[in-house]
């Protein structure tokens, strides 16, 4: 079974985002891998272990430094990584699924595992486009996979704990919310050791497909209300909650 | 090419989301600003369509669209935009329209912009991005759009009417679906109902690891609580998915939601932003939270919490 994955890496939410022109300027952020992608990793290893076959993790190279987190797909469970090296860190989504699928189509995938988003989409996503340049079916919000022969049962996230399963006629793509176990840790010590050895295939960009969605401002929301912030020490801060709650007779 | 704007809805066990009538509400207003209708799209069987505020309703009513099903959502939603050129096409951004909107745009080939918060007269989007630490505005080109639109955006109200819809058969065939729907998931039950509690502790990815799930314990028992959380904690297995609160998971209300280590991403506001009393602990000054909750503090959740039990 020919299993893909496609991986994205994306500044870290964590730290500060500085702007430049109209973006977050990708040179002053760090950049992680997508968390939907650890989860839809694990969806696809998960799957070969159950019915065999090989996990391709496939990537779009736009700044220049995916070799860190195909490093750490392997190290979790695939076998083979490519690399489309486009370098061009502005490219929509539409170009990026296009490049994409053009790189995916030569593996003949039998599934197509992406993550079910990821936070600095602007122009959607990238799983439900692969789909429709690849021609094959897409759900996503998916929280798990059973492969058996031909076709692949899945189940779909609504609200509130409610879903669907649904049959599907391989191949498709998947939209991974969740794997139906949390992924596995990888030591950074097999982290290093397969970044030595591992080889990633590189692929030039191929296909043209943007949309045109031009950027015109990138900044921090506009809000309209801010908590009111509890200064102090940590202990300042617990007996100044704890007097407020028992104020509002909530402790 | 028309100037309308199309609204597809979205509904689950016949009854419609919020976000279709917030959706038709500003589908009227562009509309009347594009010079064209706003109509809203209803793709299912079994549901009752005549509730809109639209200048139109357009109901494609097939057996084969009973239940969800992404694939054949699609086709007919693409023959649909194909053969009547709205302007603009609005989704909501929910488990029903992330499998479409993309879709859709790549199909046919027009800008799409997700995360939408709002839409000017000119097209030109906000749309809230990086877990809701910024916020872009984009404009499209070309003769349409589509949008994919947060829940909450815009008023509900602006969107409810009566408005008879025109129920027509599938504009594509639904024979050869490869996708098939086999059944319905209904909710794991035999834990606390979150969403009956009048006092949450809400943990985050910010608890770190399973082990410091106790300290939440605690200090819940100390506060006669119940320890809910984020989605990543339940992904993590620290949590059980029941305790899970957020856009695919509970919407609770309590008297006081105390987060610890909780960002603030769009999708878990969606679930608890009318809770009485939020106080958020972070370490981020600058984590989307402190914008929504009532009362914050910059500082080490493990810390504040360890303070809290010595004083309950
Ligand atoms: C379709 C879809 C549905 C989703 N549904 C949900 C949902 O139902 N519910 C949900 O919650 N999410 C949902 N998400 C995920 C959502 O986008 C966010 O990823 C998630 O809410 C982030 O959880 P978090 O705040 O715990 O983690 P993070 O965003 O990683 O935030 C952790 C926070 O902890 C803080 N922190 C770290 N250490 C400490 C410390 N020692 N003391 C104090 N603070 C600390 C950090 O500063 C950070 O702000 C959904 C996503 C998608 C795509
Ligand atoms: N540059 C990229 N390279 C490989 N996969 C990507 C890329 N961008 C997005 N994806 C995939 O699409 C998913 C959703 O991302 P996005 O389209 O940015 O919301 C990710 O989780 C990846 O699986």
Redesign the interface.
């Known amino acids: 079974m020919n299993i893909v994955v496609a991986i994205k890496h994306i500044?870290s939410?964590?730290d500060?985002?500085p702007?430049k022109g109209n973006n977050?300027d990708f040179d002053s952020v760090d950049f992680v891998l997508n968390?939907f992608d650890e989860?839809s990793i694990e969806q696809a290893v998960l799957v070969k272990e159950a019915v065999g076959g090989t996990v391709t993790v496939v990537g779009v190279d736009l700044i220049g430094e995916l070799d860190a987190v195909l490093h750490l797909a392997l190290a979790k469970g695939a076998d083979k990584a490519i690399k489309v090296t486009a370098d061009e860190p502005s490219a929509d989504?539409?170009q990026q699924?296009k490049w994409l699928s053009e790189a995916i189509k030569g593996l003949s995938p039998d599934i197509v595992f992406a993550g079910?988003?990821a936070?600095?989409?602007?122009?959607?996503?990238?799983?439900?486009?692969l789909?429709?340049?690849l021609d094959m079916?897409?759900?996503?919000?998916v929280s798990s996979v059973e492969v058996s022969g031909n076709t692949a049962?899945v189940?779909?996230?609504?609200?509130?704990?409610?879903?669907?399963?649904?049959?599907?006629?391989l191949p498709?793509v998947v939209?991974v919310?969740?794997a139906s176990?949390?992924p596995r840790y990888a030591p950074i010590s097999k982290v290093r050791q397969v970044a030595q050895t591992a080889a990633i295939e590189k692929v030039a960009p191929s296909g043209d497909?943007s949309?045109?969605?031009?950027?015109?401002?990138?900044?921090?929301?506009?809000?309209?209300?801010?908590?009111?912030?509890?200064?102090g020490s940590?202990?300042e801060?617990?007996?100044k909650?704890?007097e407020?709650?028992k104020s509002?007779g909530?402790? | 090419m028309s100037n309308d704007v199309f609204v597809i809805t979205d509904h689950m066990d016949g009854k419609f989301s919020d976000v279709s009538f917030e959706m038709v509400g500003k589908a009227k207003e562009l509309a009347s600003a594009l010079g064209g209708g706003a109509v809203a799209v209803v793709v299912g069987s079994g549901v009752s369509s005549n509730v809109f505020a639209s200048d139109s309703t357009i109901h494609v009513d097939d057996a084969a669209l009973s239940q969800f099903n992404p694939e054949a959502y699609g086709k007919v939603i693409e023959a649909l935009v194909k053969e009547k050129s709205p302007r603009l096409v609005m989704f909501g951004w929910t488990a029903t329209g992330m499998d479409l909107a993309a879709w859709l745009s790549a199909r046919l080939g027009v800008p799409c912009a997700a995360y939408v918060k709002n839409i000017d007269a000119d097209l030109t989007m906000t749309c809230q991005v990086y877990g809701g630490k910024m916020s872009a505005d984009v404009a499209p080109e070309g003769d349409m759009a589509i949008a994919a639109c947060l829940a909450g955006s815009f008023p509900a109200e602006a969107g409810q009417g009566s408005t008879a819809a025109t129920s027509i058969a599938s504009p594509v065939s639904l024979d050869g679906l490869k996708t098939k729907f086999i059944e319905a998931i209904k909710p794991a039950g035999g834990d606390v109902d979150i969403t009956a509690q009048t006092k949450l502790v809400s943990i985050g990815r910010g608890i770190g690891s399973k082990d410091n799930v106790e300290l939440a314990e605690e200090l819940a028992q100390k506060l006669g609580a119940t320890v809910s959380s984020s989605r990543p904690v339940v992904d993590a297995g620290w949590l059980p998915r029941t305790r899970q609160v957020g856009k695919s998971g509970l919407k609770v209300k309590p008297k006081l939601y105390l987060m610890l280590g909780i960002s603030g991403a769009p999708e878990h506001l969606e679930g608890m932003k009318s809770a009485e009393l939020i106080i958020a602990i972070n370490t981020d000054k600058k984590a989307p939270i402190f914008n929504v909750a009532h009362y914050g503090a910059t500082a080490d959740l493990f810390e504040v919490a360890e303070a809290m039990l010595e004083l309950l």
């Open positions: 500044p939410i964590a500060d985002l702007v977050v968390e989860q989504s539409h699924a079910v988003q936070s600095n989409d602007l122009d959607g996503q990238i799983g439900p486009m789909a429709a340049y079916p897409y759900i996503g919000g049962t189940n779909k996230e609504f609200a509130g704990g409610f879903g669907a399963k649904y049959a599907v006629s498709m939209g919310q969740a176990k949390p497909a949309a045109g969605l031009t950027f015109k401002k990138m900044a921090p929301p506009v809000v309209t209300g801010h908590a009111e912030m509890i200064g940590s202990k801060v617990a007996a909650i704890v407020l709650l509002k909530l402790a």
